[in-house]
């Protein structure tokens, strides 16, 4: 069973008050890329040897390889070994669901950028999670229908449920609450990634630092209907100037580098850039797929990112293929 799942922008992000179980409430705005991870569930009987370049975790019934996908040049060995790892999570969690051991071996071939602002790891779980359901789901009648698996994303991770559902979406809450967005045409991104990570804990915890230190009263984030009106009209150049994300002050702080590779698709032409949700991959918005080529192949030349690659969104959520 092999489902394929997509990478995240938010075009919004926009973060509110922390809140007292330590996350924050946001207004974000998700966009789902064509940039894909794809996760295989295989059975496997009682025993079992897990081949492959990184073995996650083969101490017991689940077994999880990542591979780079062909082609993308992604870190696997920043990806987390260990029970830790979120598609492993995933998979005993849907085991545990439906009352039966997780004999299963996860395949993770991985093109999302790792620790990247990407939902990468998010998108495995949100994989592992449809993948397994359906491996172990053999009745008429799925014994996990969507919302559930919705539900079991959310306690995974804030970016789980979006990874499942694909598309444009508001998310409230952590991030989990989602209500599709009204969206036209396809918009043309390029995406320049960077050397390492970004934790994802540490940008959240660099942003309250620097609130607190401006004592800056946190306003409760609007969605902005400048972003909603260019999504719904499919007009490139609104959407680029309403992009936003208010991670971004922190991020650059924590990775003064990103500044340049911003300025860099600035001056080639971007018609909108930021940094992709807790980063370091920063995005940038092109006003056509010719005109991607051309800041992509011009971004790449300048050496301010470890790789640089095109996609489109909005596109679907996690898939069975
Ligand atoms: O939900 P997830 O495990 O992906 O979140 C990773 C970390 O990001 C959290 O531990 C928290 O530090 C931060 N976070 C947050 N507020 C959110 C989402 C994430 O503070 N809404």
């Given at each position: 069973m092999t489902v394929r799942v997509p990478a995240k922008v938010n075009l919004q992000l926009g973060v509110g008050p922390i809140r007292d179980d330590g996350y924050h409430d946001l207004v974000t705005v998700f966009h789902a890329v064509s940039l894909f991870d794809e996760v295989t569930a295989e059975p496997v009987g009682g025993t079992h040897a897990a081949e492959g370049?990184?073995?996650?975790?083969?101490?017991?019934?689940l077994a999880v390889t990542v591979e780079a996908a062909p082609g993308a040049q992604v870190d696997?060995?920043?990806?987390p070994t260990g029970a830790d790892n979120l598609a492993a999570r995933a998979a005993q969690l849907v085991a545990d669901r439906l009352g039966v051991e997780p004999r299963v071996r996860l395949r993770i071939r991985k093109a999302i950028p790792v620790a990247?602002?990407?939902a990468g790891g998010s998108a495995d779980a949100a994989a592992a999670l449809v993948a397994c359901a359906r491996l172990w789901?053999?009745?008429?009648?799925?014994?996990?229908?969507r919302e559930e698996l919705l539900e079991l994303g959310a306690a995974l991770g804030s970016d789980v449920p979006f990874a499942m559902l694909g598309g444009t979406a508001v998310g409230l809450g952590r991030g989990e609450r989602l209500t599709p967005a009204l969206t036209r045409g396809t918009f043309h991104w390029v995406f320049a990634t960077a050397d390492g990570g970004l934790s994802t804990p540490a940008v959240y915890a660099e942003c309250d630092r620097v609130r607190e230190a401006q004592g800056e009263r946190v306003a409760w984030p609007q969605v902005s209907q400048n972003l909603m009106t260019a999504l719904a009209t499919g007009d490139a150049k609104a959407l680029g100037a309403a992009l936003g994300n208010d991670l971004q002050p922190a991020a650059l702080l924590l990775r003064p580098s990103l500044r340049r590779t911003l300025d860099a698709g600035r001056d080639l032409g971007a018609i909108g850039s930021l940094v992709s949700g807790s980063g370091p991959t920063c995005a940038f918005l092109a006003e056509s797929e010719n005109h991607a080529a051309e800041l992509a192949a011009e971004l790449g030349g300048?050496?301010?990112?470890?790789a640089v690659v095109r996609a489109h969104g909005p596109v679907p959520g996690a898939t069975v293929i």
């Open positions: 370049l990184t073995i996650v975790r083969d101490d017991g019934p696997i060995g920043d990806v990247g602002g990407m789901d053999d009745g008429e009648e799925p014994r996990l229908d300048l050496g301010v990112a470890r």
